[in-house]
């Protein structure tokens, strides 16, 4: 299949943050730009000002006229769907039963990084907040990068980075092609879920962390863990794993490592300390040691995230002081440690975590950030299966917090599991 030759694209669930992403990378190809989603939020209302399509009720008479006019013009319209989208739904069987060229959102993202020098970071959690923090840093080093990433990051307000060489004003309905690709440079953050980061072959990858999660789909940790170690295989360059996974992954080339307060890795952060709200720390890297970082994200896991980026950046040959000045200056992302009110009375923080490492790490960290204050969480399960599968490593992050209130669970892309609330 060429992209280039669509003048349309439709997506079945334009509203997941993958998805949107997509969405937003097409519509500023000049493509024809259209979806459906289940609910209407402030992400789908972006896209909508933006100059694309949404309907949120499941019909065919809802798809616009120019894909479902007879006859259809299969060759040159794309259908982009999500697993969380049902294949009983009315819209994906019309596309199905006549012929349409359906792709899975990760084998779209695969065939536009294929041409490409392609960055990823993979693992079960801290992959958003390091392809964000990395796209900062080569976009403040004027690499000129493009980034697929996994949420809004709050220095640019987006999910999508654009290369200028990829911005194009003619819409390609009438000019006919996508820009051309030459040696762009492209971060993605690669998703494990239903195995979707196998349709990547990056020049270079991070590995933050491989935990059991997805157990829907991979039954058992074993598996989680083959999946990364084939993922590590399709590397053409660099590997970059976190020290502590390097048993867990099995891959054909040797791995630069990174940690924290683990001076046997190649690079590793050390001497952390936190002044006045901010992180304060070394890295130290094979050739050099930068002094005196600071960043302003709170918790040890961002430390290390950020040790992360630093390694990638150092395989570009970025210069300290850009580095330096990227990590001071990067605000994060949203829903992630998120301050909505920060005053001395009341602190209010909204964090996307819906795995128990994840809630770990959030509740350490606001405990680390204000020793002495009281930490009441409020928490909404993700998914029935992951409630139950890991119901008692649930218990233990949320024994952390002082005050505990529960939600019903949100179930997605799932049906109700009896037993399971």
């Keep these: 299949m060429n992209l280039n030759k669509m003048h349309s694209v439709y997506f079945l669930g334009i509203g997941g943050i993958g998805m949107s992403a997509l969405a937003r990378y097409f519509n500023a190809m000049g493509k024809r730009v259209a979806g459906y989603d289940k609910t209407s939020t402030k992400l789908t209302d972006e896209l909508i000002a933006e100059g694309i399509e949404i309907h ?5 008479r809802n798809i616009p006229k120019y894909i479902k006019e007879l006859p259809f013009d299969t060759d040159n319209i794309l259908i982009v769907f999500t697993p969380a989208v049902p294949l009983d739904h009315s819209e994906y069987v019309f596309f199905n039963l006549n012929g349409f060229n359906i792709k899975k959102r990760a084998e779209v993202l695969g065939m536009i990084t294929e041409s490409a020098h392609t960055i990823a970071v993979a693992g079960t959690h801290g ?26 990051t709050q220095n640019y307000n987006t999910n999508l980075l654009l290369s200028s060489k990829l911005k194009n004003s003619e819409p390609a309905y009438r000019s006919g092609r996508l820009p051309t690709p030459d040696s762009r440079l492209i ?6 879920y239903d195995r979707s980061f196998l349709t990547l072959h990056p020049e270079i990858a991070v590995i933050t962390s491989v935990d059991a999660d997805h157990l829907d789909i991979y039954g058992d940790k074993s598996h989680v863990e083959e999946s990364f170690s084939l993922f590590a295989k399709q590397v053409k360059s660099k590997l970059i794993l976190k020290k502590s996974i390097v048993g867990k992954v099995n891959a054909e ?7 924290v307060n683990d001076e046997s890795a190649d690079y590793f952060a050390k001497d952390i300390k936190i002044e006045n709200g901010f992180y304060r720390y070394t890295i130290v890297t094979p050739t050099s040691v930068f002094e005196s970082i600071v960043m302003g994200l709170p918790g040890l896991h961002n430390v290390e995230n950020s040790v992360a980026a630093v390694a990638i950046a150092c395989q570009l040959n970025i210069s300290e002081e850009i580095i330096r000045k990227s990590l001071a200056s990067f605000k994060g992302v949203k829903r992630r440690f998120d301050y909505h009110i920060k ?38 399960p993700h998914l029935f299966s992951r409630t139950r599968d890991f119901a008692d490593d649930f218990a233990r992050s949320l024994d952390l917090l002082d005050e505990c209130i529960l939600m019903e669970i949100y179930p997605a892309r799932e049906l109700p599991i009896e037993g399971v609330s």
């Design 253 to 259: 080339m040797k791995a630069i490592t990174y940690a």
């Design 127 to 152: 992959k958003t907040t390091t392809s964000s923090l990395t796209a900062h840093i080569l976009k403040s080093a004027g690499l000129d990068p493009s980034a697929f990433l996994g949420g809004i």
């Design 56 to 60: 949120f009720e499941d019909h065919i």
């Design 343 to 380: 005053t001395d009375k009341l602190v209010f923080i909204d964090d996307y975590a819906h795995h128990p490492e994840e809630l770990k790490a959030t509740i350490s960290s606001a405990k680390e950030m204000y020793p002495g204050k009281k930490i009441t969480g409020i928490f909404q």
């Design 187 to 192: 971060v993605v953050e690669a998703d494990e």
